[in-house]
């Protein structure tokens, strides 16, 4: 049964950091893996996908790498600002005809001005 | 335009009555969900559906029922509510099922009081 697991579960830094977010999964057999934001009282925004056979996918500041065989994930954050403050979520998918995707625990980021 | 939209956003019901909740999704995909996230922020699959067809009931109670008119809607009505269906549900779609990029909905608070 896959699991997905993202550590820390609450995180606070100065603005401007550089920060790194993790997320964990059981079952190296995963379709992609797509990261997602979530604001307080609001609905889940895509950051990134990554397909199983790239290894990592940038959009502005994020960077997002994958790692299949030792199954991790890890979101990278550059020059942290406080609009970035948000949960993020991880999940998996398995694949075509799963019809499903599998979340992590997330991880509540606060950037402090 | 909203890709995937839910209503209502807030419902706040007496245990026993029934209610719905109402999807739309205007992307052309063929796939939908619906996803619990619990009072931990825990997102867990309830239902998926392809093409109006139910692809996953995620061990769900068969008080709550999903209905899918055609591919761009998916409604969940939920009967005899109990205080432990209190969350938030959340109807996201995706082009196919399990592997492209899904895009989630806002959200809708369920309060059973």
Request: aromatic share 10%.
């Amino acid at each position: 049964k896959q699991e997905v697991t993202q550590i820390p579960a609450a995180l606070s830094v100065p603005e401007g950091e550089n920060l790194v977010l993790n997320c964990s999964f059981t079952d190296s057999a995963i379709y992609n893996l797509q990261w997602f934001r979530q604001d307080p009282g609001k609905g889940l925004t895509s950051l990134l996908l990554i397909q199983s056979s790239q290894r990592e996918q940038t959009s502005g500041r994020l960077n997002a790498s994958l790692d299949k065989s030792s199954g991790r994930s890890t979101l990278y954050i550059a020059a942290s600002q406080p609009g970035d403050s948000a949960t993020y979520l991880c999940a998996v998918s398995l694949g075509r005809g799963t019809y499903k995707y599998i979340f992590g625990t997330g991880t509540r980021l606060k950037v402090l001005a | 335009d909203t890709a995937v939209s839910q209503t209502p956003k807030y419902l706040v019901t007496q245990m026993g009555n029934d209610k719905s909740i109402k999807c739309e999704q205007n992307l052309g995909h063929d796939t939908m969900y619906w996803y619990k996230q619990d009072s931990k922020k825990f997102l867990k699959i309830m239902f998926s559906y392809n093409n109006k067809e139910l692809i996953i009931n995620e061990t769900v109670p068969n008080r709550f029922s999903p209905k899918s008119p055609d591919k761009a809607h998916l409604n969940l009505h939920i009967n005899s509510l109990e205080l432990g269906d209190s969350a938030v549900y959340f109807c996201a779609s995706s082009q196919v099922g399990g592997v492209t990029e899904a895009f989630f909905g806002q959200g809708t608070r369920l309060t059973v009081v």
